[in-house]
């Protein structure tokens, strides 16, 4: 026999011989009732005759029924709530308020007068007294339960039936089951079918007289273990691919930690700048200060802030270098673009360039749902001559249409280090109006001078967030559940492949 013992013993054979016997077939419910088993133990044994091949047919039916719930079996075997109360009252009558003291009292009750079994005389001394108002009753409740619970429901009207459901004595319940007939192949006897071709059947020749189970090449295999990349990662090769199809250079970004001279004063911003403040800054303790620049660069960049210059008056004020060696985390990748960008200065003959970045930059920044203190910044960044504010809405439509994003609107801001400056808008289909989605503009003389480029050469640049996209396209609403020690592994696991709808 194929089935180890505890199977057989539970009639998994005698099933083969109801098989036999029965002309038509069998149902799997009368089936495990006649043999007095549990129906899911005749629904094993039926997957597992299937697998043998055609010994049985099996039909998957469904069938609905009435059972009795536990407060319906207990009815049936104690009477109902209502009669349980006329019983309880006597002749002589009961204190209504001794009466709502049993168990059943309150429900009966209610019952009970409905059924006019019952009566109230409220003027009696001590309070409202119950009497009988009939002889005698008939309990129809427990009746038909009892009737239910015999297999002659058929004997019951729907509209009673759904009485007793209402008051949850009674419910439907739908039963699966096959009805099994006799296969091609059948036989009370089964031979076990070998899984495996071992070494010992081959050298003994005994694999001849084997029967081997056939091979379901249309099967799922094992999935491997491996790892899962975090949808951030997901959504950042999706970006990055945009930029190569656009024919950028990606940048070096694998310094977190920058001097204040390369993250805020080489970008034209002054040192008395709210953004410089401990409050929306990270400063290192230790090492706490840079000392290599390079000092032509510096003692330019030094003079356009305190003295002005290339057209412009500067920020007139005390430019120190003590304030500009501080170490700090970098508070965006535009520093990336700025040392980039004077290293382009450095060539001899200048050539036309476009870089972009995206990775980590770190802010000073209240926690809540939207904000961390450390993100992802994607920067864009094209150099060549004569690039004008179109030339920039250009690129970025272009950007965009490849994300996607279509709807785009421009609207007028400010940056210490661009000018003209631009945030960009887009229409957002769900929300019905028009959401932030980047920033914008034309870097400043008074930053791209300094570093030694042409005067001719106009930089444009663009940056956006990575998690906003990303919490949008994975519906995630809450930016703690992305990144940080609360983020789900099982969502990392689960997380579909990002392709961003170009």
Known sequence: CLFPCSMADTGVLELLRLIEKADDGVDSVDAASRL????QVVVGAVKSLQSLGDIISAEQRSSKHWELTEEGSEIAKQGSYEARV???VPLEGLAQSDLMKLPFGKIGF??????????VDKAQEGGPRVYRSVDSVVDQVREKLLLLQKGSGSQLEDKDKNELKKRKLLSEVTVKSYWIGKGNSFSTTITKQETELTPEMIASGSWKEKKFKPYN???MGVAPDCGHLHPLMKVRTQFRQIFLEMGFTEMPTNNFIESSFWNFDSLFQPQQHPARDQHDTFFLSDPALSHEFPQDYLERVKRVHSEGGYGSQGYMYDWKIEEAQKNILRTHTTA?????????AQQEKFTPVKYFSIDRVFRNETLDATHLAEFHQIEGVVADYGLTLGDLMGILHQFFTKLGITKLRFKPAYNPYTEPSMEVFSYHEGLKKWVEVGNSGVFRPEMLLPMGLPEDVSVIAWGLSLERPTMIKYGINNIRELVGHKVNLQMVYDGPICRLDS
């Open 217 to 219: 090449f249309e099967a």
């Open 110 to 119: 209610s019952k009970a007068m409905s059924n006019r079994w019952i009566k």
């Open 86 to 88: 006329f019983s309880a």
């Open 336 to 344: 990336v673009s700025a040392r980039m960008l004077y290293k382009l």
């Open 36 to 39: 007095g088993v549990d129906h």
